[in-house]
């Protein structure tokens, strides 16, 4: 089946460094959805992405839908002590609508 | 705006319990709605959809079931709880033409004892 691989799986940063992750598949998407989870929380939708070679930003996080569709990148610059949390990406191909995710990228930032 | 609830937030239920997990939706119709499952290791398990009222595809074989009784309600279920069914349980819902992006309820965690 479909697999989604998600780097790095964890980050211990200090504040102010700019941050980035990214995720692969073995298969074709035409969807990228990036998530933010926090402790005991639901997952919160930060950027989607719909079309091949599309760059987003919502305010310090930028995502990109890689050109071969096989891959995403999420880039928080000036990273600040409330971005700590769990990031998930996801992809979505045409069979039936279902997320495929990965297993997430823990972000740990230092004051 | 939509909006997504989950009921209750926090279980802790005996070994071979019965269990009954909510999920409803406001201010959508005909939503997609995905019950998963996330366990300590973070990645989220997909377990059920349905595409409207009365149709549950399963995702995997397991010790649970899911219904949806109502539009905008979406049920999860076990007759008798194991150990390894301990974990946070999130609803989500989409648009359902096309299945657009989901948005997540605020989850329930459930210990089993």
């Known amino acids: 089946g479909q697999q989604l691989n998600q780097s790095p799986q964890s980050m211990f940063i200090q504040e102010g460094e700019d941050v980035s992750m990214n995720c692969t598949s073995s298969s074709i998407f035409n969807t990228w959805l990036w998530y933010k989870q926090d402790p005991g929380e639901g997952p919160v939708l930060l950027i989607a992405?719909?079309?091949?070679?599309e760059l987003t930003s919502n305010g310090r996080l930028t995502a990109q839908f890689g050109i071969t569709r096989k891959d995403s990148f999420l880039n928080i610059s000036a990273s600040i002590p409330s971005d700590v949390g769990i990031y998930f990406c996801?992809?979505?191909?045409?069979?039936?609508?279902?997320?495929?995710f990965g297993q997430g990228t823990e972000l740990s930032v230092k004051p | 705006s939509q909006t997504i609830h989950q009921w209750p937030a926090t279980l802790v239920q005996p070994v071979g319990s019965p269990l009954s997990l909510e999920c409803t939706v406001e201010g959508t119709s005909n939503p997609n709605l995905y019950w998963y499952r996330q366990a300590a290791g973070r990645g989220l398990q997909l377990l059920f959809y349905s595409v409207g009222i009365g149709q549950i595809s399963s995702e995997v074989p397991q010790n649970l079931s899911a219904s949806r009784p109502q539009d905008r309600q979406f049920i999860l279920s076990s007759k008798k709880l194991l150990l390894s069914d301990s974990g946070f349980y999130l609803c989500?819902?989409?648009?359902?033409?096309?299945?657009?992006?989901?948005?997540f309820g605020p989850g329930t965690r459930l210990t089993v004892l």
């Open positions: 996801a992809g979505r191909n045409n069979q039936g609508g279902k997320l495929i």
């Open positions: 989500a819902w989409s648009s359902s033409h096309p299945a657009g992006t989901q948005y």
């Open positions: 992405l719909y079309k091949a070679g």
